[in-house]
């Protein structure tokens, strides 16, 4: 069952393609993890796939507000994805914009935009159920972003993905901002996105192109809700490509695409019927 016939045609409704950060933008000093382009060097050319990602979505997915985004295993590039997302989107001076620290297994947000090593975040708000449900949430104003940081690794962390106080809180963000963008634990791992999907409105799906096994896209494709997936992002492609950002491409209706074929380096196209 190829992933272009099949899943991109009943599961996932978009592709995009990205490249991973580098050169002056990625090479920043500070204590903001250089990948985060889009919030530190947002007009670079390095950033642009993330601002089409966010015209897309904004296009084409209005209504979602809560969106989480999620890999098959580790190390595709899911944190990158959700914190350059938030960032594009977040460029809209009218914009309301959170970006939630949910992978609470191994959260790094904090340290990757030099919040500290451990700031108090979700895991206390859920534990705090008298408290102000978005007490902790903190803002960045020179990126416009208001973040919240997934707090203390802890002992169970699906039975708090799975409280009914996470609920509230997700739902106190939906009614004050106007996306939150949700950077949640793999799929294949953990049960975590099984209690998260009780929250949100959508996932997107990042795959690292080229070395994500389709195997591994094929079962986490299988293991969430079809009608919740809204995309899949391919990450890390390293072909030199500025002038095709603009590029749109679709998937082959015959045995599908591979994720490391195509030339189109970000662009999102209707899946093939």
């Known amino acids: 069952m190829g992933i272009g016939r099949e899943h991109n045609r009943d599961r996932a409704s978009r592709v995009v393609r990205l490249e991973t ?5 990625a090479a920043a000093q500070g204590t903001i993890d250089g990948r985060f382009v889009s919030l530190l060097d947002p007009g670079c050319l390095e950033a642009e796939p993330y601002r089409a990602l966010r015209h897309t979505l904004e296009q084409r997915h209005g209504g979602t507000r809560l969106i989480a985004v ?6 595709e590039g899911k944190t990158t994805t959700a914190v350059n997302l938030a960032g594009a989107l977040a460029q809209d001076a009218e914009a309301r914009i959170l970006l939630v620290d949910a992978n609470l297994r191994k959260p790094s947000i904090a340290r990757a935009l030099g919040l500290g090593s451990v700031p108090p975040g979700l895991v206390e708000s859920v534990s705090s159920p008298g408290s102000e449900p978005l007490a902790f949430v903190r803002r960045s104003a020179p990126f416009r972003l208001s973040i919240l940081t ?3 690794t802890p002992e169970h962390p699906y039975e708090v993905l799975r409280s009914p106080r996470l609920g509230e809180i997700l739902q106190a963000a939906r009614e004050r901002y106007d996306t939150v963008v ?11 996105h099984r209690a998260l999907a009780a929250w949100v409105d959508s996932f997107l799906l990042v795959v690292a192109a080229g070395r994500t096994p389709r195997r591994l896209i094929e079962e986490a494709l299988e293991s969430l809700d079809p009608s919740r997936v809204i995309g899949i992002v391919f990450n890390e492609d390293d072909r030199p490509s500025p002038a095709s950002y603009a590029h749109y491409y679709g998937t082959r209706s015959g045995g599908g695409q591979r994720s490391d074929g195509g030339s189109g380096s970000a662009g999102w196209q209707e899946a093939s019927a």
């Open 182 to 192: 949700v950077d949640a634990s793999p799929v294949l791992p953990v049960p975590d």
């Open 70 to 75: 999620t890999s098959a295993v580790a190390g």
């Open 21 to 25: 950060p580098s050169g002056p933008a």
């Open 150 to 152: 997934a707090g203390q």
